[in-house]
């Protein structure tokens, strides 16, 4: 069974700082890679996810997310923040091959002071 | 993109009532319906998979007798929680599955048990 873990829980950066969350995966084959993100009082939404080819995925609102198959991670990543990225991001992964369940991490709450 | 409604949003309901969450998906058809429960600080725990006209798939541990799930459509799944108990108390949350691997999740519905 894969599992998934989030090394910071909670991040706090200033307007206009660049923002790395982490996010390794464990499972020995091949996977399929998301991360949700809830805004408060709102419901998840995907921000972005990886199936195959290119390793640098780009989403919605700047972000973007890099597979590094050699260190199991999938880490999140955009160049500058806006005090509306204020939210919790969530990790996900499954197998690939059909569809597997998808497991996901404890989430990082980040709070982007103005 | 797609869109995943649930009610109620919230309800509060007396110990050994059951509780009645719908979970629709608005714009698209899905023959997958998850059910998630999140608890307080952590991240979302699968109770089960709903799958179109079939019974549901539960995921160890969790009672098929006291979470009733019913997917009688491509748009509508049900859980309902029998016999209410406070420790059933939770945020739950449903999801369907658009495409082969993408899921979009609906609002939450929050259950208070007294």
């Known amino acids: 069974a894969q599992s998934v873990s989030q090394h910071n829980h909670h991040v706090i950066l200033s307007e206009a700082a660049s923002l790395e969350l982490g996010c390794n995966y464990s499972y020995g084959g091949t996977v399929n890679l998301f991360w949700y993100v809830q805004y408060p009082g709102q419901h998840l939404q995907l921000l972005l996810k990886y199936f195959s080819g290119d390793p640098l995925v780009k989403g919605i609102k700047g972000f973007e997310a890099e597979f590094i198959k050699s260190k199991f991670s999938f880490n999140l990543r955009k160049p500058s923040v806006q005090w509306s990225d204020t939210a919790e991001y969530f990790c996900?992964?499954?197998?690939?091959?059909?569809?597997?369940?998808?497991?996901f991490g404890i989430g990082t709450k980040l709070q982007v002071i103005p | 993109g797609a869109v995943v409604s649930q009610h109620p949003s919230r309800v509060i309901c007396k110990s050994g009532t059951s509780v009645k969450i719908e979970c629709r998906s608005l714009d698209f058809q899905a023959t997958t319906m998850f059910w998630y429960r999140q608890f307080p600080k952590q991240s979302l725990m699968l109770m089960a998979t709903s799958n179109e006209g079939s019974k549901a798939t539960y995921e160890q541990g969790v009672e098929k007798d006291k979470f009733l799930i019913n997917h009688a459509s491509l748009t509508l799944s049900t859980l309902t929680v029998t016999s209410a108990h406070p420790e059933d108390s939770s945020f739950y949350i449903c999801?369907?599955?658009?495409?082969?691997?993408?899921?979009?999740f609906g609002p939450g519905t929050r259950l208070l048990v007294l």
């Open positions: 996900a992964v499954n197998a690939a091959g059909g569809y597997q369940k998808v497991t």
């Open positions: 999801s369907a599955r658009e495409d082969k691997q993408t899921q979009y």
